[in-house]
């Protein structure tokens, strides 16, 4: 079965910093596009960074981009997110993806949800004083 399994979530202050970890099970992380998301109470799922199979391509939303920093480590099998000067707009439920490998993928990532096919189950993250 494939998996993914975020952690790292909660309570972070305004300016704080957190970082968020999804492992992946039953299959190899590596050669897979991946992407973090996120989506609000009430508020549609947002893009939030990605990066391409064969780390060609990396991309960050506008609302993100100098604060938030996707990686991942190949050995662990696992994908990160760094969130630095968090705010209150940042709260919401964060949530991991990985592509399939494709010689398409390898290239590219996206920040359209639909392009992903291998979900985590979501990370709660609270930024409040």
């Known amino acids: 079965q494939l998996q993914l399994v975020e952690s790292g979530g909660g309570l972070v202050q305004p300016g704080g910093s957190l970082r968020l970890s999804c492992a992946a099970s039953g299959f190899g992380l590596e050669g897979h596009a991946i992407g973090w998301f996120r989506q609000a109470p009430g508020k549609e799922r947002e893009g939030l960074a990605c990066?391409?199979?064969?780390?060609?391509?990396?991309n960050y939303a506008d609302s993100v981009k100098s604060r938030f920093t996707i990686s991942r480590d190949n050995a662990k099998n696992a994908m990160y997110l760094r969130m630095n000067s968090s705010e209150p707009e940042d709260t919401a439920t964060y949530y991991c993806s990985a592509r399939s490998p494709s010689t398409f993928s390898r290239r590219i990532c996206s920040l359209d949800g639909t392009f992903y096919d291998i979900w985590g189950q979501g990370a709660q993250v609270t930024v409040s004083s």
């Open positions: 990066v391409s199979g064969a780390d060609y391509m990396i």
